[in-house]
């Protein structure tokens, strides 16, 4: 396997289900990243982990939990979700956090395939 | 003024056109930039970076205008596989950086026989 893989690629689930996206780099990358797309809307950045430590959480409501357990992998969580969180989780993850393009390359994001989620 | 933004389009141009995609961008501290490429109901994927003095990669061209704040997608001799969406990605620019891109909403391109 290469790249980024995301399980499951698509996943309906009712309001009151538990059920987890997970996400899979073998690019040896430390940085990994949850994404939200909805449509008509960009992309929104729900949570940033460095060497498996959260750096970032964008205001996401507690209903999202990710978990970071290694470097490679990352999960999110979801519990009680609501129609309006139906949309397309992307996954992605990069060499570190400090996204450039500098004189000795780029450091850039690298997409899984996502999980397109229906709530019901 | 949005944080990046985007002519939405749809731009339908015939195979063989030449195409450009311009975008604005808010934060003058902004340093780095990208365009990505989405196709319909799959992920971003990267197709270039932009570097200050612009750069190219056979059919792409892309240029930054720091005084305009914006960076430019020229695309020549369009083919049918052209059609996708392309997002214009830049980064916030401040210290720390943690994962700090801003995508815009996209530009849709549809190349027609």
């Known amino acids: 396997e290469t790249g980024v893989t995301q399980t499951p690629r698509h996943l309906v689930m009712g309001m009151t289900n538990k059920k987890s996206l997970k996400c899979e780099q073998h690019?040896?990358?430390?940085?990994m990243y949850w994404y939200k797309q909805s449509a008509k809307k960009p992309l929104e950045l729900m949570f940033v982990?460095?060497?498996?430590?959260?750096?970032e959480n964008n205001s996401v409501p507690s209903r999202f939990s990710p978990e970071c357990p290694n470097s490679s992998h990352l999960f999110l969580h979801l519990h009680t979700l609501q129609p309006e969180d139906s949309a397309l989780y992307l996954c992605?993850?990069?060499?570190?956090?400090?996204?450039?393009?500098?004189?000795?390359?780029?450091?850039?994001?690298?997409f899984g395939a996502g999980s397109r989620l229906t709530v019901l | 003024r949005k944080e990046v933004e985007q002519d939405p389009g749809p731009f339908n141009v015939p195979e063989g056109a030449t195409v450009a995609f311009n975008c604005t961008y808010s934060?003058?501290?902004?340093?780095?930039f990208f365009w990505y490429r989405q196709d319909c109901r799959k992920e971003p994927k990267l197709l270039m970076s932009?570097?200050?003095s612009g750069n190219e990669d056979g059919r792409f061209t892309a240029q930054l205008n720091r005084a305009s704040q914006y960076i430019s997608l020229l695309i020549r001799d369009s083919k049918l596989s052209d059609s996708a969406t392309y997002l214009c990605?830049?980064?916030?620019?401040?210290?720390?950086?943690?994962?700090?891109?801003?995508f815009g909403k996209g530009t849709k391109l549809s190349v027609k026989p």
């Open positions: 992605a993850s990069s060499q570190d956090t400090n996204l450039r393009v500098g004189s000795s390359g780029a450091n850039v994001l690298t």
């Open positions: 690019l040896g990358h430390n940085a």
């Open positions: 982990y460095s060497l498996e430590e959260r750096v």
């Open positions: 934060n003058s501290a902004s340093q780095s």
């Open positions: 932009v570097y200050s």
């Open positions: 990605v830049v980064n916030r620019g401040y210290g720390g950086s943690q994962g700090n891109l801003i």
